[in-house]
């Protein structure tokens, strides 16, 4: 394995914290109720096209079963993302910012006001390090909750591994997604700086029940786009 690539994989700052093991959230979280699966389920998602395409990023099934798209950031009229349900309906928009405190928002198609989650990049060791942020969510799970905590939430998102990309996403002392670079997806693994630059890996989301599979696309979308680059 080349000097190159091993710089490159582990040119970033993972989380010091210890990995938690893969459990359920204490109550539901989502920002669609209807993506709140009663049992663990895992996608993949896939990057293509470009800027401009209506599907920069498809999201798949165990079964090869499309369930999302994604589009590029530049389709269209209104400069975000929008993700999409298999039948190719809006279910919201991913803006990013410019801003080192907020860097992306979550809001409902067509609006720049109607915000559902907030993405800000964690600072590691006084220095943004790639892959770790957090994600305020408005609990759609909880509109009915008396409780604020549950109506609003902050996921952690946590960078671990070297040799594969591996990102855990974290509610209270709970893991209830992960990301990974997937093995199964990818066809080849860079070997030079030069591809490496170039490579756009498949992810996997590894999601347990009472979390929205939506929310979990959203930041695998946030996390290929800051990581390995976006389209």
Known sequence: ?????????????????????????????????????????????????????????????????LQFTVTGRR?????????????????????????????????LP???????????PRWTFGSLSSGNFTMCVENQAAADSKREDEKKLTLL?????????????VDGDRKVAEVRESIKHNERLPLTRNTWQKYRPALDLNITSGIDQSLVVTVGVILSDWVFGST
């Not at 919201?92 to 910012?97: A, F, G, Q, T, V």
């Open 157 to 169: 998102i946590e960078r671990h591994g070297n040799a594969l990309a591996l990102f855990d996403i």
């Open 75 to 107: 389709h269209g009229d209104r400069v975000c993302r929008e993700i999409r349900d298999s039948s190719g309906l809006p279910l919201y928009e991913l803006h990013r910012k410019l801003s080192l405190r907020t860097a992306w928002a979550v809001t």
């Open 1 to 65: 394995m080349s000097t190159a690539y091993t710089q490159s994989r582990i040119s970033h700052k993972p989380s010091l914290s210890p990995r938690k093991a893969l459990k359920s959230p204490v109550r539901h979280i989502a920002l669609r109720k209807e993506y709140v699966k009663d049992t663990k389920t895992r996608l993949v998602l896939k990057p293509q096209g470009d800027a401009q395409s209506a599907v920069a990023y498809k999201v798949l099934d165990e079964d090869g079963s």
């Open 110 to 120: 067509g609006s720049n006001d109607a915000t559902l989650a907030i993405g800000s």
